[in-house]
């Protein structure tokens, strides 16, 4: 029987959805989409789809679902506006969870054998290395040059900076080392160092969803970890913003260029014009991208060729297995750590009966002294392997009712 959820604990989900990135899932035609919730909620919902989703238009309903440690929740929400693979909704009136049929995880049957090879190419570079996996798409990046053309690229990227900031620089990390503060700090965090106003603090809070900025908090423990003493921390802070001002720099932002797990480089842009607008969010979001385009454009002129790894299957022990994902474990090594969130593998499931070829996105992860944990969630299983899969992991038929849960009617 489905339970509703209280208020405080549907408010605290609604607010992981955001924080955490987890994934939202709609099912329509025996299609799959994954929707992502693109700001807090906060009377309304904002998602964006991983796909176009036909038949989208106000007031219609969608049923979705999401899995919360193990808990699979579901939801419905009423469409206000959708465009571009944007979608905004009511907010949910409840949340359920305890649902009579979910894709609960249980333990890998005896006879399932399990292959894993990334999706792509992955490297072993002597670039600084952070935590993150920044998963490069192509088909995201929007430019008018020929991506093989760095140049062009580095010249059109000029040509845009000055409509909104007076001076730029842009540093590889090939030739150089991270020296100054500014470059260990992005070097170490491969987030980007956003000054709007040298008369003003950093930022106290990052709203972007997957977090990108050098909050003061995060400052601050930096320069704890240089040796500054916790009662001086402020006051450094401070010197250091200062100190940009004195030296005639009145807004400042550094930007990560971020290839995979490595921070490649970045671009600096600063105004030191009186009477020019602040650097704002909506530069930071142009700037981003001029990174992930100049990130992909180092790819294609050879920069990292010299560091591409053999891409060889490998097997992982299964911990447990749903119709929507698994759990594995690696033991800890130097190949573990390129085991990263959001990194695709592609995963063979080999049994009995049928072979299953599918993709998987590792969504987060965690280790013990021995060996990692990686939790992955599959991502566009066709039909009839999601059917296959589930009736060989569960033991029973996959009926209507199974399919119409999938849809949020249950």
Not at 363 to 384: A, H, M, S, T, W
Request: charged share 25%.
């Amino acid at each position: 029987m489905a339970t509703p959820i209280k208020r405080i604990e549907k408010d605290f989900l609604l607010k992981v959805l955001y924080d955490e990135q987890i994934p939202v899932m709609y099912i329509k035609a025996k299609t799959q989409y994954i929707l992502m919730v693109e700001k807090p909620t906060k009377g309304q919902m904002f998602f964006k789809s991983d796909r176009p989703i036909e038949g989208m238009k106000g007031r219609k309903k969608l049923d979705l679902m999401f899995d919360y440690r193990g808990q699979v929740i579901i939801f419905s929400v009423e469409i206000l506006e959708y465009r571009d693979d944007h979608i905004v909704t009511k907010e949910p009136d409840a949340l359920y969870k305890n649902l009579d049929r979910s894709f609960s995880r249980v333990s890998t049957p005896t006879d399932l054998q399990v292959q894993f090879t990334f999706l792509g190419d992955r490297y072993s570079l002597t670039y600084p290395k952070v935590t993150e996996y920044d998963a490069l798409n192509p088909s995201d990046l929007i430019t008018n040059s020929n991506p093989k053309n760095l140049s062009g690229l580095v010249a059109q990227m000029a040509l845009s900076i000055k409509n909104f900031a007076t001076s730029y620089k842009l540093v590889i990390f090939k030739d150089v080392k991270p020296t100054s503060t500014e470059e260990r700090l992005l070097a170490e965090t491969g987030k980007a160092l956003f000054i709007p106003s040298t008369l003003g603090p950093l930022p106290a809070d990052d709203p972007y969803p997957k977090k990108r900025l050098i909050t003061e908090g995060i400052f601050h423990r930096y320069l704890e970890s240089t040796g500054v003493d916790l009662k001086y921390v402020n006051d450094a802070c401070t010197r250091f913003i200062e100190q940009k001002h004195k030296a005639g720099i009145l807004s400042d932002l550094w930007v990560p260029i971020l290839f995979q797990e490595y921070v490649v480089g970045y671009v600096h842009i600063w105004i030191s014009k009186e009477g020019m607008l602040p650097l704002d969010y909506a530069v930071i979001d142009n700037m981003y991208q001029f990174s992930k385009i100049l990130a992909y454009s180092l790819k294609l002129n050879g920069y990292f060729e010299s560091g591409k790894l053999k891409n060889e299957p490998f097997e992982g022990k299964i911990i447990d297995i749903s119709a929507s994902g698994l759990l594995f474990t690696y033991p800890n090594s130097a190949f573990a750590n390129t085991l990263m969130p959001d990194s695709e593998l592609a995963v063979k499931l080999i049994t009995n009966r049928r072979t299953v070829n599918a993709k998987a996105k590792i969504v987060r992860r965690y280790k013990d002294n021995i060996q990692g944990y990686f939790g992955c969630r599959f991502v566009d299983l066709e039909p009839e392997d999601l059917r296959f899969l589930f009736e060989y992991i569960y033991g029973k038929t996959f009926t209507d009712a199974d399919a119409a849960f999938l849809s949020g009617q249950v």
